[in-house]
């Protein structure tokens, strides 16, 4: 009798099967799996487009100080000439993803004499955060990666690799804390026809508007892309770019915000 | 019998027979090799020259071939040895380069810095006794200044002004010696190089006619098609035998 209120007890709070990713849930759940996407939800938004002429991705990085130098801890990174990703989540965390990612791409170099096509990259960095959700002894990930590659055959890819060891090809993607906003915002772009220039400006206007300025006040906005400009070749965007587009995203949001006042 | 061993074998006095009980030997030989490296410091960059022929022992194997790698925008090798090889040292500079693009620090290593790492690696492996069989010339041009170092199997790593591998340390470095001044312009040791190319071809039986020239300079490294040599074969110890007209003693 006392033993059935305990374990019923137990059952409430998750507590017998969050423990560890190798237990499920009677429901099917791995909570461990769960709550590093948690760790991910409470993360800076990253967003990514693949669109007419290349891929591009950008983030949200929450600036921990004022006395940060700028730059500093990056959470976007170039893989490969061809391939670079975005990071939302636990950073460190992302840098080892990202580290494996490189490891990936020059192994595949040094094997087949050619660049890791965008699909075989994403599956490899999705089995290697899978793998972290098998055993006890190890945590999953506290992060998802928004992956962008070019290859010959299969053209400008965006790839999002979730901690669970999913990874997705989409058009338009978003992780983070404003995923649900971005994503709204997203489904409104017309990829077939939007340039890397136009996503640049897109991108940077969803950043500015699903932040909370009331919760981080200070973020920096980080932005990668491989495109027809870049030469198909992997490149953080250029910070004068960048600070223009959210320049204009930030002026287009006072004018919103105006206006609101008006009304 | 322990099986096959493929490092057995006794192609020249170089190479080591495995035996039972014996500490296993590596490779000894190299079988696909390219001739000598030429390059010369100038004034306004540097300027480095091979041949385009692998040979397989005395065979003339393959031809334009190249044995010029651009490792950076500012940085060639000129190789010469094993083909193989050179092809693995190629792999690893592009390796490291990839690896310092992604980096993305603004940041990139300067010729000196390069010369270094293949020098490291080929010490490295020549201590394993289990050598890369080249030698590497590494011109650049870095902080407007031209480089030019040497590293060979051994490891064995310098600078200089003019610099010469192969069969080239015998018959053609003396001709860049007495060419080399320290005004000396790329224009001009193009002209040398192409002089001392031709007499390497006469006397170099793993030379072929077709050459390669790059530079280095400040706008970035250029590398040259591939040339064929004019050849003159009317001279007369050519055509009467090298002791035509020879009256010493000798």
Redesign the interface.
């Known amino acids: 009798m006392c033993r059935g209120v305990l374990s019923c007890f137990c059952l409430l709070d998750h507590s017998q099967y969050d423990l560890s990713s190798t237990t499920f849930s009677p429901d099917g759940r791995v909570f461990q799996i769960e709550y590093a996407q948690k760790a991910v939800e409470n993360s800076g938004t990253a967003v990514g487009v693949s669109c007419k002429d290349g891929v591009v991705m950008a983030v949200e990085k929450v600036v921990v100080s004022k006395m940060l130098v700028p730059g500093t801890m990056r959470r976007a990174?170039?893989?490969?000439?061809h391939s670079g990703l975005v990071i939302s989540g636990l950073i460190s965390d992302g840098r080892q993803l990202a580290t494996r990612a490189?490891d990936e791409?020059?192994s595949y170099?040094?094997v087949y004499d050619s660049a890791i096509p965008g699909h075989v990259l994403a599956e490899r960095l999705a089995n290697f955060a899978h793998v972290y959700t098998l055993y006890a002894y190890v945590r999953p990930f506290g992060c998802a990666a928004l992956l962008g590659a070019h290859d010959d055959t299969n053209g400008y890819q965006l790839y999002l690799v979730e901690p669970s060891g999913v990874s997705y090809r989409y058009f338009g993607a978003a992780v983070g804390k404003g995923k649900q906003a971005a994503k709204t915002a997203l489904e409104k772009l017309d990829f077939k026809s939007l340039t890397c220039r136009e996503a640049v400006k897109e991108l940077a206007k969803i950043i500015v508007d699903v932040h909370d300025e009331a919760k981080d006040k200070l973020y920096e906005l980080e932005m990668c892309w491989v495109c027809e400009e870049s030469k198909n070749m992997?490149q953080?965007v250029p910070q004068d770019v960048v600070d223009e587009a959210r320049k204009a995203a930030e002026a287009a949001q006072d004018d919103d915000s105006d206006m609101d006042d008006d009304e | 019998m322990s099986g096959l061993r493929l490092t057995e074998g006794s192609r020249g006095p170089g190479a080591s027979v495995a035996v039972e009980g014996a500490p296993l030997t590596r490779t000894q030989v190299p079988y696909v090799t390219g001739s000598s490296v030429l390059g010369m410091k100038c004034a306004d960059g540097v300027v480095i020259a091979c041949d385009t022929m692998a040979s397989y022992g005395s065979l003339a194997r393959f031809k334009r071939l190249t044995r010029m790698h651009v490792a950076s925008p500012n940085c060639i090798l000129g190789v010469g040895g094993d083909y193989s090889d050179f092809q693995q040292l190629q792999?690893m500079v592009d390796?490291e380069m990839?690896?310092q693009?992604?980096a993305?620090d603004g940041l990139s290593l300067s010729p000196k810095a390069i010369h270094a790492f293949l020098a490291r690696h080929m010490y490295h492996r020549r201590c394993k006794v289990d050598p890369l069989w080249n030698s590497v010339l590494v011109a650049g041009f870095h902080k407007g200044e031209g480089t030019l170092s040497l590293v060979d199997l051994y490891g064995t790593a310098y600078s200089s002004d003019v610099l010469a591998t192969g069969f080239a340390l015998h018959l053609g470095l003396p001709l860049l010696r007495n060419a080399h001044r320290p005004d000396i312009t790329v224009a001009e040791a193009k002209v040398v190089m192409n002089d001392v190319l031709k007499v390497l071809f006469y006397r170099d039986a793993r030379t072929n006619d077709v050459v390669q020239l790059a530079t280095v300079t400040a706008a970035g490294v250029e590398v040259g098609d591939m040339v064929k040599l004019d050849t003159e074969w009317n001279h007369k110890a050519f055509v009467q035998g090298a002791r035509a007209g020879d009256e010493s003693s000798w």
Do not use: E, F, M
């Open positions: 990174h170039l893989v490969d000439h490189r791409c020059s170099k040094s992997s953080l | 792999t390796a990839t690896a693009y992604v993305n």
